[in-house]
Structure formats: structure tokens, C-alpha cells
């Protein structure tokens, strides 16, 4: 673990799937005394998508609810249960970072082929779950 303590910064999102996002956002805002505007929904309300997110803050990090609509979308995740999906964690240096999990045999190759993604504001990293006692785990390197 000692080697991991410069290498992840913090926790970034928790993510959960849920089978009625809207339902769910009802029980968090209960739970956590939140208003409409604290809550973004990823597309918005009302647009026909493969899956709805739903991004709730909690100080540093954010909870990020997944309901996934269409089969495809099920399947591309792995037909996953609902509960925590990943967790998703900020390093420095995504290459680095990744060549240490490889190192200790932990593989990448969920979401996409080599398991590394480029998008506009972070480059990801998703590790196989198959090695990481069964949760997702995400690596993200702010641009």
C-alpha cells in the first residue's frame, strides 16, 4: 500500500447503479437534505440516451448514480447488480499509475479495449474487476 500513497490523490466519484435513478435521487436529496440544483442529471431530464446519470456532491467528491436504460448499455457494463459499480480515484500521472497496477497483475480492459479512455477534460483508466475483488476501479488524470 506504501507504494500507492503518492500515487492516488484522493477519491473523485463513488459510482452506483440504480434500477430508477429518479427514485433514487428522491431518497438521496431526503438523506442528505439537497435541493433540485444541487443535483445534475447527465443528458438532462427528458432525452432519450442508453443510460442517465445522475452526479450528486458530497464536499470533495460526488456520488454518481448510473441507470443504465438499454440493454446494450447493461451489457457494455457487464450487466451489473445494483449498488456501487467503481470508485473512482484522481492521480498525477495516469501512465505511471497505470504501469504500477500492471506491475502488481492487476489489468485493464473494462469499458474499452486497453481500458483507457481520453476525454475532453481527464484521461481514465478502468481496471477489470475480475481483478479487483469485484468492484470497478477507476484511475483519472485531470487535464
Not at 473523485?12 to 442528505?32: C, D, Q, T, W
Not at 464536499?59 to 451489457?75: A, H, N, W
Not at 457487464?78 to 502488481?104: C, S, T, W, Y
Not at 483507457?116 to 474487476?129: E, G
Amino acid at each position: 500500500m506504501n507504494g500507492n500513497k503518492n500515487m492516488i490523490k484522493k477519491i473523485r466519484h463513488i459510482g452506483v447503479i440504480v434500477s430508477n435513478i429518479y427514485e433514487a435521487v428522491e431518497i438521496y436529496k431526503k438523506l442528505l437534505d439537497l435541493k433540485d440544483e444541487d443535483i445534475t442529471f447527465v443528458p438532462p431530464r427528458g432525452t432519450e440516451t442508453d443510460t442517465v446519470f445522475a452526479f450528486i456532491p458530497l464536499g470533495d467528491i460526488e456520488l454518481e448514480l448510473i441507470q443504465p436504460i438499454t440493454e446494450k448499455f447493461k451489457v457494455f457494463l457487464g450487466n451489473p447488480r445494483e449498488g456501487i459499480n467503481h470508485i473512482a480515484f484522481i492521480v498525477d500521472d495516469l501512465n505511471q499509475a497505470v504501469q504500477k497496477m500492471l506491475e502488481k497483475g492487476i489489468h485493464l480492459g473494462h469499458v474499452t479495449k486497453d481500458g483507457i479512455l481520453d476525454m475532453q477534460r481527464s484521461r481514465v483508466a478502468y481496471f477489470n474487476p475480475q481483478h479487483t475483488g469485484g468492484i470497478l476501479i477507476e484511475f483519472v488524470e485531470p487535464k
